[in-house]
């Protein structure tokens, strides 16, 4: 009797057409029956005395990975990571602000008294250098606050069961658990955030979390939901409470750019990268102590600072369009206004204006120039400009330029959902080597921005609420 010779190729074609028979959660089965052998022969094997440490982790984990309390106090701390960088960015802030307006002025005035035409005076200094010292003035304070404290989470083992509580909602939306690591670091830069997803092995679900890391906000756009979240939700509360609504405010647009970001990677598993999910062991190191001099030195030095530095070399050929734009008339009126005005039908389609729109055009390099840039044009002045007490921006923005809470809500939806700065369009491509999937990332942002806000404007105007 001949036994007919089975080679390595049959074995592996028989595995592959039995392959559509197995459950859904077998690789889950895997894991759990090989940790369960694990332990049983841990048990027979190994006596244990007591340990406090471990019995103190678990402890803790029984809350922070609870279905029940986990999601909870993981949104505490976020909400709370947000009222940080709030509160305490404002001050450090303003002080940069100061010193490098100072050193503007100062540089300006030196250009005039040697004779330097105005035109070079106002585009070197009031244009390009301006455009430099807002970016660094708005980004460096939350970077510098943001980063450190997301490093001591990461440095202490909390972030691996964040992963852990979202890997059920990113599982079900065909992506993988760690996604949610590269979106959580998505709020400090979305650049950083698509350096991250280097952490996910399958290059199908890294290229998901890529294209979809853009839906939550990073710091640069927390400059604008922080200004609509105060001056129209937080305005009718007492000083006393109104951070704390500003940051709830805040934290419900986050939710909402979580919420696109589980729909877009369930549409793309489904659609353009659809494939099989893969699956991952997610092993809960224990809790330990925090290394000081490492976080300082990747918080500060690895993130903000190389982010920083990507965003001023985006940011310096935005700040001399906007002075060439503003300064430049056509009959009396700016070349800034005129683009504008025209934009203005499609901006009120989408229950914005055509300032917003011309803002957002200017502000692909730096989210960080938006508001600026809009009330530079609002204004009618020759440079980027801050109206300081909400007083006066509500009298600006209301009274002035006829915004109603409609303009806020969708401006607030439109900044959240809009496409990747210049520094992040241009490091997915650095990470995904491909035109294609960079021009998707932008074209998915944006086109989800124009949607949702075109259809929450049109409801509100069915319902006669504007």
């Not at 729909?263 to 991952?280: D, H």
């Not at 803002?359 to 801050?386: D, F, K, L, Q």
Request: hydrophobic share 55%; with cysteine; net charge positive.
């Amino acid at each position: 009797m001949t036994i007919p010779s089975i080679t390595a190729q049959d074995i592996l074609d028989q595995a592959e057409s039995l392959r559509p028979q197995l459950k859904e959660g077998f690789r889950d089965e895997i894991v759990k029956s090989l940790y369960s052998e694990a332990a049983r022969i841990s048990g027979r094997a190994v006596h244990q005395v007591g340990n406090t440490k471990w019995d103190f982790d678990q402890k803790i984990d029984r809350l922070v990975t609870s279905p029940w309390t986990g999601l909870p106090i993981m949104l505490l701390l976020l909400a709370g990571v947000f009222w940080v960088t709030i509160v305490f960015a404002n001050i450090p802030s303003q002080m940069i602000a100061t010193a490098l307006f100072w050193i503007e002025d100062q540089a300006a005035n030196l250009f005039t008294s040697i004779g330097a035409p105005w035109w070079l005076t106002g585009f070197i200094w009031h244009g390009v250098y301006r455009g430099l010292a807002w970016v660094i003035a708005v980004m460096l304070p939350p970077m510098a606050i943001f980063f450190p404290i997301f490093t001591i989470l990461e440095d202490l083992g909390y972030l691996p069961r964040v992963a852990f509580n979202l890997d059920w909602l990113f599982k079900r939306a065909g992506a993988h658990g760690k996604q949610a690591l590269s979106m959580a670091m998505g709020f400090g830069c979305n650049a950083a955030g698509v350096i991250s997803t280097r952490v996910i092995d399958s290059p199908r679900e890294r290229l998901i979390a890529i294209l979809t890391n853009n839906f939550v906000p990073c710091n640069g756009r927390f400059p604008t939901l922080i200004m609509l979240a105060t001056v129209f939700v937080a305005a009718s509360f007492s000083p006393t409470v109104s951070s704390f609504i500003a940051a709830g405010a805040v934290l419900a647009v986050v939710l909402i750019g979580v919420f696109f970001t589980l729909l877009m990677s369930w549409i793309l598993s489904r659609t353009v990268l659809k494939g099989e999910a893969s699956a991952f062991t997610l092993e809960l190191p224990p809790y330990r102590k925090p290394n000081f001099s490492r976080i300082l030195y990747t918080s500060l030095i690895d993130r903000t600072i190389f982010v920083l530095w990507r965003a001023i070399k985006t940011a310096a050929p935005a700040g001399a369009l906007i002075w060439i734009l503003a300064n430049i008339n056509i009959n009396g009126v700016s070349l800034a206004r005129e683009i504008a005005n025209f934009l203005n039908p499609f901006g009120l389609l989408l229950g914005l204006d055509g300032v917003i729109m011309l803002a957002y055009i200017i502000a692909i390099p730096a989210n960080e120039i938006v508001v600026p840039t809009m009330m530079m044009v609002y204004s009618g002045v020759g440079m980027m400009t801050e109206i300081t007490g909400f007083g006066e921006i509500r009298a600006l923005l209301i009274d002035g330029n006829g915004w109603t809470m409609l303009t806020a809500i969708n401006l607030m939806l439109f900044s959240l959902l809009h496409n990747p700065c210049g520094t992040t369009i241009w490091t997915i491509y650095k990470e995904t080597k491909s035109t294609k999937w960079t021009v998707l990332s932008v074209v998915i942002t944006l086109g989800t921005a124009f949607l949702v806000t075109f259809i929450t404007a049109s409801i509100a105007r069915l319902l006669g609420w504007v």
